[in-house]
Each structure stands twice: as structure tokens, then as C-alpha cells.
């Protein structure tokens, strides 16, 4: 029944329907466990909150300690405007959180692929787990480059958040281009074309960490990676799902995090229904927040 969800067209070349059977069954094995394991435990999160390069030091350092005391071991920090900023904050982050503590970078596409490895060979000291989107998302290549370069230093290279197909997808793990898949529930348009990656992923032998945050991502995504754990990749080794602590007041059923990780959705469906009152104050023209600034808008023109 769950393949019959999947589309296999443009795929095969590197999944069939036979290799996601054999996947699936093997997920079998253990599965009772790993619910069990989920429940109690959770799935290893990683948060962002401290990631803003717009952050003043003293900034910084208050949500790390906040950070710290709730729990957390995983961070990723943005990085790529100015690289002697970079090293300055990631010292910082580092000697806060200490040698085994993971940090994660993130350029956000800044960089070409030159300046991409130039920039990470500096970085290097700060002992990133990855860096997250390098270069251009469009640039398999590149990333291909780039993880090619980086691999020797233990640095991973860590992105997918953009890409809107399994196609795009299978191109990017066919050449070497990542180390860790960032499937992004939004962006890929489904559940059954999020299968099809999870799927990919596996038969690859590479972690999926999803991107999360906005409105209703770390809601929507959390389904899919307990998922992938308990029925796909039965492995929790350098897996972990982003976390931004921001919106899920507007949900009627938002993520619960504990231990700084994400517990197992108790109520049915997809965790992504709003509160009534937060759709009617966001709709757009007539909601009270647009009315005020549309207001305020047509205030300033006249004046």
C-alpha cells in the first residue's frame, strides 16, 4: 500500500519499487523498539535560535547560555557575510559550548565555489559538523566540488532545503554532492514525494536532517523524520532535525520539544491546523494586522 504512493518515474535509475520494498521490509526489523525508543526519548533536535548574524556578542552569548541550560548540544550559526566576523563569533560559539558540542555553518548560497573552500579552509578550526548550502542551490557540481575539498578537513557539506523534486534530489546524491539531506516538507509539494527521497537517502547511506522553522515547518516536518527513523533508516547516527522556537502559538497542535528533542505528534493528522483566530488576524487584505499596515501604508502617502 505505502509504495503505492510513490512515484518511481524519472528515479529508477537509482531506486526501483523492488529496492523501497526491501528497504521497507528490512525497517521492519527493530520497529517496535524504536517507537518505543521515540516515545520516551524523542528525535535529536538541533536549534538555530543563536544563529543570526544581526546578533551583538552580548546577544549571542545570552541565548547560548539559555540555550545551554535548556538542554541543547546542537547549533548552527550563519556565516559568509564577513569572514573575519565569522571566525570571531564561531570562537566565541565554540569555546561557549565547549569541544563536544556540534556546530553546523550555514552560508545561505553565498559563495562560489572557490571562495566557498577558501573560506571553510579558515573556518576549518571551529570543528563544523557541515556547512550548510555553500553555493548557489542550482550548482550540483559545485556542491560536488566542494564536499569533494572539504571531505579531508571532517567537514560535510549539508543542503536540499531548495530543491523542489526527487529528480533534483537524485541528481545531488548520485554525485557526491552532499553528506546530509535537508528535505524541507514544503518545498517538495508532498508526503509521497518526501517518501520517495527518504527512500534515496537510505539506499545511499546518507542522513537525513531536516529543515525546519517558519511557519508550521517543524510541525509538518516532525512526522516525516520519526518516521524515517522508525520504518526507513532505523539509525539515528548524525541525524537530527532543525528547530526554531518561533509560531507555534498559531497551531492548535504544535511541536513538543523536550530535551531538546521532538516527542512523537499525539493527535491525528498533519499537526498543521491553525487557530482560528490567528487565520482570520493574518488573512490578507481584511485580517487585523494587514488592516493596520495597509492603514499606516496609505497614511504615509498622503502625508
Known amino acids: 500500500m505505502l509504495l503505492s504512493c510513490i512515484n518511481f518515474r524519472y528515479v529508477t535509475d537509482v531506486l526501483t519499487e523492488e529496492d523501497a520494498y526491501e528497504i521497507l521490509q528490512n525497517g521492519q526489523h527493530g520497529k517496535k523498539e524504536r517507537e518505543k525508543q521515540m516515545l520516551r526519548h524523542g528525535y535529536?533536535?538541533?536549534?538555530?535560535?543563536?544563529?543570526?548574524?544581526?546578533h551583538?556578542?552580548?546577544?549571542?552569548?545570552?541565548?547560548?547560555?539559555?540555550?545551554?541550560n535548556d538542554g541543547w548540544t546542537r547549533f548552527k550559526?550563519?556565516?559568509?557575510?564577513?569572514?573575519?566576523?565569522?571566525?570571531?563569533?564561531?570562537?566565541?560559539?565554540?569555546?561557549?559550548?565547549?569541544?563536544?558540542?556540534?556546530?553546523m555553518l550555514d552560508a545561505s548560497e553565498r559563495w562560489d565555489v572557490?571562495?566557498?573552500?577558501?573560506?571553510?579552509?579558515?573556518?576549518?578550526?571551529f570543528k563544523p559538523l557541515w556547512i550548510e548550502k555553500p553555493t548557489s542551490q542550482n550548482d550540483i557540481t559545485g556542491h560536488a566540488t566542494i564536499s569533494e575539498a572539504l571531505a579531508p578537513l571532517g567537514i560535510g557539506v549539508a543542503m536540499?532545503?531548495?530543491?523542489?523534486?526527487?529528480?533534483m534530489i537524485k541528481q545531488l546524491l548520485h554525485k557526491k554532492a552532499?553528506?546530509?539531506?535537508?528535505?524541507?516538507?514544503?518545498?517538495?509539494?508532498?508526503?509521497?514525494?518526501?517518501?520517495?527521497?527518504?527512500?534515496?537517502?537510505?539506499?545511499?547511506?546518507?542522513?537525513?536532517c531536516p529543515h525546519a522553522g517558519g511557519a508550521g515547518f517543524c510541525e509538518l516536518v516532525q512526522h516525516l523524520i520519526i518516521f524515517d527513523y522508525i520504518s526507513i533508516s532505523a539509525s539515528l547516527q548524525n541525524r537530527m532535525c532543525e528547530y526554531v522556537d518561533h509560531l507555534h502559538e498559531h497551531f492548535k497542535y504544535p511541536a513538543v520539544i523536550k530535551h531538546a528533542s521532538y516527542l512523537p505528534p499525539k493527535d491525528a493528522g498533519y499537526s498543521t491546523e491553525m487557530k482560528e483566530e490567528s487565520v482570520k488576524k493574518y488573512?490578507?487584505?481584511?485580517?487585523?494586522v494587514w488592516r493596520k499596515l495597509l492603514e499606516a501604508q496609505d497614511l504615509c502617502v498622503q502625508i
Open 44 to 54: 535529536p533536535a538541533y536549534t538555530t535560535s543563536c544563529a543570526s548574524l544581526g
Open 56 to 68: 551583538s556578542d552580548s546577544t549571542l552569548k545570552q541565548l547560548l547560555k539559555a540555550a545551554l
Open 77 to 103: 550559526v550563519k556565516v559568509g557575510a564577513d569572514l573575519q566576523n565569522d571566525t570571531r563569533r564561531c570562537r566565541l560559539i565554540r569555546d561557549m559550548i565547549g569541544p563536544e558540542k556540534t556546530l
Open 114 to 125: 572557490p571562495k566557498a573552500l577558501a573560506w571553510m579552509s579558515k573556518l576549518a578550526e
Open 160 to 167: 536540499e532545503e531548495q530543491c523542489h523534486n526527487r529528480m
Open 178 to 208: 552532499l553528506q546530509f539531506l535537508q528535505i524541507d516538507s514544503c518545498r517538495l509539494g508532498s508526503v509521497n514525494e518526501n517518501l520517495s527521497v527518504l527512500l534515496m537517502a537510505k539506499k545511499f547511506g546518507i542522513p537525513v
Open 283 to 288: 488573512q490578507y487584505p481584511d485580517g487585523e
